[in-house]
């Protein structure tokens, strides 16, 4: 038994995990560092003198440059090593975050949010690259919910700690703090990750051209997917935190807990969905049949009861089907890159999950924008509350009927040797 423990396969998966871990904290602070402005909104508002459409601008602004450079990150993490042109961008990101607390104007605090959303880019194409080159199908459904769940215990710990931070000591603070500490992450990935399948990690000469993958109608559908799907995300990323505060008329304080609430739900549902998603695969269940069940009834039951939340008159009664809504919601969270990557395969995986992560997160400059324009136009969120569910649906039935059956693409490249 301790010779069984000590084989290269189980160190080598046991370094995989380890890894994996380091990506989900990694995660979580990538979403903190995001989504620390939105908390911070109505303070910034206030200093800034900004009116709800120049909010809506500015919560958007890390998103022109986050889709903008998705295509390039996918490039450079297949053109050379993912772990360190991830570590560039974390460290970029993180500096950006820091240095946010230092600004005295609106057009400075664009400009440090554009550089946010260009460091970040580079973050799923690598999560995508190394879950698919390391992961088996079986696996990645828990694999792509661990990740999904510190995309979204990020907005909630961010939420808690920062609004917490924003009350004591201000919203300079905030940013400061957050960025300097976030840059300690940086220590132990340094440490561990270059020792895990570098030589899978590294430049694919068998990766397709980004024109060979959009000749595929799965890589569209998925394309279409992910924006729609993201559109609900981002709208919730942004606005709950100023919703809770205008709509709702919670304090800072019950925003900085309450508001955190949605958050761990998604992360909940994420986990589960995952490991009941794998479980299964494990159990006979084919990729397509179980990760479309699981991404479709997600974005259906997270429609189903977020529309009602926008409506109902007690604080406690919307909070409730909001929570319900976003624990579905993790249900398509932990599967959707699932699908991503099984069509790819690693090859393509991170090609592939950047040109849709461009596509995706246009929704993060439209979500934002959108809404304000609502907000400002009507006095009130329930339109855009009814926009969000169109979405929910249209992605629903974009995963059902335009993305066909999860199996890895034949790419040229490889079929020609």
């Not at 997600?298 to 189903?304: H, P, Y």
């Not at 400002?376 to 979405?391: K, L, P």
């Amino acid at each position: 038994m301790a010779s069984a423990a000590l084989t290269p396969s189980r160190v080598t998966a046991r370094m995989q995990w380890t890894v994996l871990i380091l990506l989900v904290i990694s995660v979580c602070i990538n979403y903190i560092d995001r989504g620390n402005l939105s908390v911070a909104s109505i303070d910034l508002k206030k200093a800034l003198n900004l009116d709800p459409l120049h909010l809506g601008y500015l919560l958007s602004a890390f998103f022109w440059t986050y889709a903008g450079f998705m295509v390039l990150a996918g490039w450079l993490i297949e053109k050379y090593n993912v772990i360190w042109v991830y570590a560039l961008g974390f460290f970029i990101w993180s500096g950006a975050t820091a240095l946010t607390g230092f600004v005295n104007s609106f057009t400075m605090l664009f400009v440090l949010r554009l550089v946010l959303g260009m460091s970040e880019s580079v973050a799923y194409p690598s999560y995508s690259k190394i879950i698919a080159a390391g992961f088996p199908e079986k696996q990645r459904g828990v694999a792509n919910g661990l990740i999904d769940a510190g995309s979204k215990l990020g907005p909630a710990l961010g939420m808690v700690i920062g609004g917490t931070i924003l009350a004591n000591w201000g919203w300079r603070v905030l940013f400061i703090s957050i960025g300097v500490v976030s840059l300690t992450w940086l220590i132990p990935w340094c440490a561990i990750a270059p020792k895990i399948r570098t030589h899978e990690l590294g430049k694919s000469q068998d990766a397709p051209s980004f024109r060979e993958i959009l000749s595929k109608r799965d890589a569209w559908a998925s394309f279409l997917c992910l924006f729609c799907a993201n559109y609900a995300w981002y709208f919730m990323l942004t606005w709950i935190p100023g919703y809770l505060l205008m709509e709702r008329h919670y304090s800072t304080e019950m925003m900085a807990l309450v508001g955190s609430l949605p958050f761990w739900a998604v992360a909940a549902g994420a986990v589960l969905g995952g490991w009941l998603s794998d479980r299964w695969i494990h159990l006979g269940g084919t990729a397509t049949r179980v990760r479309k069940t699981f991404v479709a009834s997600g974005l259906l039951l997270s429609a189903v009861f977020l529309l009602p939340a926008a409506v109902v008159p007690g604080q406690i009664m919307a909070m409730s089907l909001l929570v319900t809504a976003t624990f579905a919601y993790g249900f398509f969270s932990s599967n959707h890159w699932a699908i991503t990557q099984t069509l790819a395969g690693p090859a393509a995986a991170g090609k592939w999950t950047g040109l849709q992560n461009c596509v995706g997160n246009m929704a993060g400059v439209a979500a934002p924008t959108v809404t304000g324009f609502i907000v400002q136009r009507t006095g009130s969120f329930y339109y855009a509350f009814v926009w969000v569910c169109v979405n929910l649906l249209i992605a629903a039935f974009a995963y059902l009927f335009l993305v066909g059956k999860i199996e890895t693409h034949q790419w040229r490249g490889r079929i020609a040797k």
